[in-house]
């Protein structure tokens, strides 16, 4: 059984009052496809090609007008399967507007903790020390504010909250596209490390070809809403 499996997925926003004055917009279109444990896929695609739209419905915030998001074969519009919602988590382009500047770097990791996990104080306490270490960042950095991080090290931080409950799949929605090419590279050599040593599963959401390059084992192609291409590596990708 795959990881992840969408089957005929299809989306448009609005409602019906609105689409009978408005041409209807298909954003999605019978988008079908699998991922297993482990890998990562990159979806790549034009702006407004509908990538962001399938992170959502990955993520059960947008629900598809039609076809079914499969997770451990487990539907996951249904009531009973909301449990994956500490399974499937997210990072983001922009980091700063992605987090709570109100909080400490502690603070921010920690909500997924105590929201899914339920974890003690003492408890929570060495998770989130251990998590700044996976991510490449100290315990006293738990204590700042997101305005005392650069970009590269709130990501880091984004990265330590996203995998804190022990996820099987991150979306990564054009994750390392604001950053700076060292910091880029730095991210996604993270990315890779966390990816083997966690058996993490990605949809690399992006427009950035050599960023996907880096980190994907497969390559998909979303164009106004349809898959046009499934390519193993991008070398077959720059062939077709
Ligand atoms: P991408 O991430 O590839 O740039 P998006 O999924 O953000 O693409 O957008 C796909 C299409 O859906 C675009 O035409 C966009 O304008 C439209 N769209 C995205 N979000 C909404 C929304 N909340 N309401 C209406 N239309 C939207
Ligand atoms: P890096 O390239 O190391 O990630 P940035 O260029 O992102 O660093 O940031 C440089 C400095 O500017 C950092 O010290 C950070 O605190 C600050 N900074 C960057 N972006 C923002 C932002 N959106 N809001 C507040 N401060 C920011």
Redesign the pocket.
Known sequence: MSLLQLEHVSHRYGNQRFLARQAEQTVLQDVSLTLEAGTCLGLLGRSGAGKSTLGRILLGLERPKAGRVLFNGQDIYDAASKDFRKDIQVVFQDS?AAVNPKLTAGQIIAEPLTNFLGLSPDALDERLGGLMTQVGLSKTDLTKYP???????LQRICIARAIATNPKLIILDEAVSS??MV?KALILDLLRNLKETLGLAYVFITHDVQAAQALSDRFMILDQGQLVGDYPTLRSFSEA
């Open positions: 700063f305005n005392q991080f650069s970009g590269g090290q950053l700076d910091n």
